[in-house]
């Protein structure tokens, strides 16, 4: 969810002050290539089947990550749009609408990352989701890289996400550790991979059942933690706060 490539140079300094960029529409951008992106303030802006900023899968390198830094987001609408494998410090969404499939956010590093009003579906992914067109010992294997490096990077982080003043309609959230999340206590638990390895939400009876799904995505991607969300805007909102509580009650979330 960033400007188009006109706007990406290379080892560029921050500009003194944001540049507004308003109503445009976005539908290409480039691959990593240490880009460095910062101070701008986009508004009602449309990243449509935006495929921007993704590694180049020929030889992708976590080194060679953009920097997505000082940028405001009101009013955006996202189609289909994805990022994957990017720093991104200092950024405020504040209100975007997706299509019928959410946003993907995959492999990122957060700094100060906050959601506020109205999220499209939206899903944020630790993993890094590689070209299927690659073997897939190579997948593994650039999975395992940007895994080692976003650890790195959140060593030196004091928070990441702050998702307190934002309402979802749907919204996951893996690979970012849990104690870096702002978050209303009342919406959201943390089921850690202790818990999760004991196997007690196997035998809950679900409400809806839907974080079955976020916790088995735990296990199998390895982290230690994971934020479980109950959507305000979303039609079964009381039943996944049933089933938050059947969590806490049976000792599985905190």
Not at 205 to 215: A, P, Q
Request: charged share 30%; net charge negative; glycine share 8%.
């Amino acid at each position: 969810m960033v400007c188009g490539r006109r706007h990406v140079n290379r080892d560029v300094s921050p500009l003194d002050s944001m540049h507004t960029i308003r109503d445009r529409i976005f539908t290409d951008g480039p691959r990593h290539d240490r880009q460095l992106l910062s101070d701008f303030r986009l508004e009602g802006c449309t990243f449509d089947s935006w495929a921007g900023l993704t590694p180049e899968w020929s030889n992708p390198d976590p080194s060679l990550r953009p920097i997505l830094r000082n940028i405001e987001l009101h009013d955006t609408n996202a189609f289909n749009g994805y990022l994957e494998g990017a720093i991104i410090e200092d950024v405020l969404v504040d209100c975007t609408k997706a299509g019928k499939g959410p946003i993907f956010l995959r492999g990122n590093a957060y700094r100060h990352v906050v959601l506020r009003g109205r999220i499209g579906h939206t899903e944020i992914r630790g993993k890094m989701f590689p070209s299927l067109y690659l073997s897939h010992e190579r997948q593994r294997e650039i999975i395992k890289q940007w895994d080692i490096a976003n650890a790195e990077y959140y060593q030196n982080v004091d928070w990441a996400l702050d998702i307190r003043e934002a309402t979802f309609g749907s919204f996951s959230i893996s690979g970012i550790p849990s104690r870096l999340v702002r978050r209303a206590p009342e919406t959201t638990a943390v089921v850690t991979r202790e818990a999760a390895l004991q196997g007690k939400w196997r035998e809950l009876e679900w409400h809806r059942g839907v974080f079955e799904i976020s916790i088995g995505m735990l296990l199998d991607d390895g982290y230690d933690d994971v934020v479980l969300v109950a959507c305000e805007r979303s039609r079964r909102f009381k039943d996944d706060l049933k089933d938050l509580q059947l969590l806490r009650d049976a000792g599985v979330a905190t």
